[in-house]
């Protein structure tokens, strides 16, 4: 069974570092990793989406890696601001009875201070 | 583009009713839909995949005669939660695959707040 695991659980950190957010899986057979943004109360906001085939992928500030052989995905944010803080969560995506499915970590809740 | 909808965005309802929970996708036709459930300070857990025009597939732990899911047309799915408990209280994302794509990308909704008093 497919799990998803997000180090840390929370993260307090002052604007302008760099920070890195951990998602390790347990099963690599996986098709895509997906991270995600979600702020208080509210859905969610795709940050990045890696294939399986790929390495990394980078949207802004923004850097995601990905090892399918070690079961790990980094995710980097650059020059963290206030606007950042949130919950971020890492899924993956597995095949199941119904055919796909995405299977998410616990997330990472981060605070950047002003 | 690519933009999910639900409705209603926030409800109440009393212990032992039944409550409807609207998912739309607005600019695209989606065959599959995705229906999860998040406790507070947990994880999306995936409730059911529905198909349209066939019956939803539940995850294991999932009560199909609790939370009866229609998917009608290729734009609208329903989770009905019906005779609704206090332990039922969550929140409640749809999501939506596009038709006729490769990608396995789900576009999310803005979710759905239940309290059940």
């Known amino acids: 069974k497919q799990e998803v695991t997000q180090i840390p659980a929370a993260l307090s950190v002052p604007e302008g570092e760099n920070l890195v957010l951990n998602c390790s899986f347990t099963?690599?057979?996986?098709?895509?990793l997906q991270w995600f943004r979600q702020d208080p109360g509210k859905g969610l906001t795709s940050l990045l989406l890696i294939q399986s085939s790929q390495r990394e992928q980078t949207s802004g500030r923004l850097n995601a890696s990905l090892d399918k052989s070690s079961g790990r995905s980094t995710l980097y944010i650059a020059a963290s601001q206030p606007g950042d803080s949130a919950t971020y969560l890492c899924?993956?995506?597995?095949?199941?009875?119904?055919?796909?499915?995405?299977?998410f970590g616990k997330g990472t809740t981060l605070s950047v201070s002003s | 583009g690519a933009v999910v909808s639900q409705h209603p965005s926030w409800v109440i309802c009393k212990s032992g009713t039944s409550v409807k929970i609207e998912c739309r996708s607005l600019d695209f036709q989606a065959t599959t839909m995705f229906w999860y459930r998040q406790f507070p300070k947990q994880s999306l857990m995936l409730m059911a995949t529905s198909n349209e025009g066939s019956k939803a597939t539940y995850e294991q732990g999932v009560e199909k005669d609790k939370f009866l899911i229609n998917h009608a047309s290729l734009t609208l799915s329903t989770l009905t939660v019906t005779s609704a408990h206090p332990e039922d209280s969550s929140f409640y994302i749809c999501s939506a695959r596009a038709s006729g794509t490769s990608s396995y990308e789900q576009y999310f909704g803005p979710g759905t707040r239940l309290t059940v008093t």
């Open positions: 899924a993956v995506f597995i095949t199941n009875q119904a055919g796909t499915a995405l299977i």
């Open positions: 099963d690599s057979a996986i098709y895509n």
